[in-house]
């Protein structure tokens, strides 16, 4: 509901309606490229218009910052997806895996081969939007609109992603642990996934993630010689070439159609043994996924819908809204207790 403002006088009411009719006409162009997908819920906390009155410019200066960089180094959004993906796994998207830390959370095992300078693209967003705005958008949000530009800047869908993400004080190292290795079967990934409620069809898709991006011998050596699931003959010989030992720092890419573009090839790749990983190839071994994987494969707009359905529930994974947490002035430190948190607490962006 509007405020009523001054009682008694004439032209408030007016006044109100004509802005309440601006914001809905702002609020439906600003999303209309995403109008065909049905939106799914969010949780309490989130919004799809957070920093409408705090930070309106906020998405540009993501999307404009990002198409430069990404202009000097594609194979930073690849990186920036990942990032998003095991920042949410592990402790929820809090901005955790920004955090320095001598041991730290993105420094173990199963964060092999995040990439610095993509984290720094982070800090620099961070910067550009704290100059612009003041503090008020958090690392995790901006960890979340990353990602999205990444998919959308590299042919893949674009989609709007709720925001309204605090930052946590903490990281977990244990919790990486949490994060899916490369070598799980079918069963056990839809076990791991299943129990933060991702489905079949949210797990395929979110494998679709590996339609760019590279990865480093260890992770994938062990299919250079597998029979089950199948690896193709070529790939598997220039695998071979590639990584001379499993501890070669070398990489392949993940998709040999298109390495650098965000599209259905991952699915075609599967159809043909050429998943590069143990995870993605059982896909279309399993009887329980290989039906999505072909429909996939056979239908980019289906998966580019189901795509975006899921990482929208990624994003939302165990977050800090309202209170909680607070909005770092540097994505990789948390804030002293002396430095003031409350700058914007609640403001009426919050409840559109
Ligand atoms: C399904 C279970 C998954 C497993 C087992 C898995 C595993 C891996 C591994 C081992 C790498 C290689 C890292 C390296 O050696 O540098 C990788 C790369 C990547 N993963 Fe995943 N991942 C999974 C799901 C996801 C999801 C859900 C996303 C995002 C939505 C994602 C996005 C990426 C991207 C974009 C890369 C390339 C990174 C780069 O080029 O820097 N992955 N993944
Ligand atoms: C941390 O790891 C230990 C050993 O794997 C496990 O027993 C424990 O439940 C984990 N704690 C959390 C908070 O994940
Ligand atoms: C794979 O098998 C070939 C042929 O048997 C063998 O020469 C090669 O060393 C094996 N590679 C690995 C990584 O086990
Ligand atoms: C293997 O490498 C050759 C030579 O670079 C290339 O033509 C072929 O497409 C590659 N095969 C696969 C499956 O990556
Ligand atoms: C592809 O998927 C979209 C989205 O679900 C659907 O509307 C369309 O009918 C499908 N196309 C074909 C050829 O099946």
Request: with cysteine.
């Amino acid at each position: 509901m509007m405020a009523r403002g001054v009682s008694g006088s004439g032209t408030t009411p007016l006044l109100c309606s004509f802005f309440f009719i601006s914001w809905l006409l702002f609020a439906s162009s600003s999303h209309a490229s995403s109008e065909a997908l049905k939106r799914p819920p969010i949780v309490d906390g989130l919004s799809w218009n957070f920093y409408f009155s705090s930070c309106p410019m906020l998405e540009t200066i993501v999307s404009r910052h990002l198409r430069k960089v990404f202009r000097k180094d594609t194979g930073q959004a690849p990186a920036l997806l990942r990032i998003f993906f095991h920042d949410c796994f592990v402790q929820g998207c809090d901005g955790s895996i920004l955090l320095d830390g001598n041991p730290n959370e993105r420094d173990q095992p199963a964060n092999i081969g995040i990439r610095p300078e993509a984290l720094k693209t982070i800090e620099d967003l961070r910067a550009l939007v704290h100059i612009q705005c003041g503090r008020v958008v958090s690392c995790a949000d901006l960890v979340v609109l990353a990602a999205r530009e990444a998919v959308s800047l590299s042919g893949g869908p674009r989609f709007p992603v709720p925001l309204g993400r605090k930052d946590g004080l903490s990281f977990s190292i244990n919790g990486t642990g949490n994060l899916p290795p490369p070598f799980f079967r079918t069963g056990q990934l839809l076990e791991r996934f299943g129990g933060r409620n991702f489905d079949a069809t949210d797990v395929v898709a979110l494998s679709g993630a590996h339609t760019f991006g590279r990865a480093h011998c260890a992770t994938f050596f062990n299919r250079i010689n597998q029979t089950e699931p199948p690896i193709d003959t070529s790939l598997a010989n220039n695998l071979s070439n590639t990584c001379p030992s499993a501890q070669s720092p070398n990489t392949a890419v993940l998709d040999v159609r298109s390495p650098n573009v965000f599209d259905n090839l991952y699915y075609v790749n599967l159809k043909n043994r050429q998943g590069l990983f143990t995870s993605d190839q059982d896909l279309f071994s399993d009887a329980r996924t290989k039906g999505i994987v072909n429909s996939f494969a056979s239908n980019q707009t289906l998966f580019f819908d189901k795509f975006a359905t899921a990482i929208i529930k990624l994003s939302q994974l165990d977050v800090l809204t309202g209170k909680q947490g607070q909005i770092r002035a540097k994505c990789s430190i948390p804030n002293s207790k002396n430095l003031v948190t409350s700058v914007v607490e609640e403001d009426s962006t919050a409840q559109m």
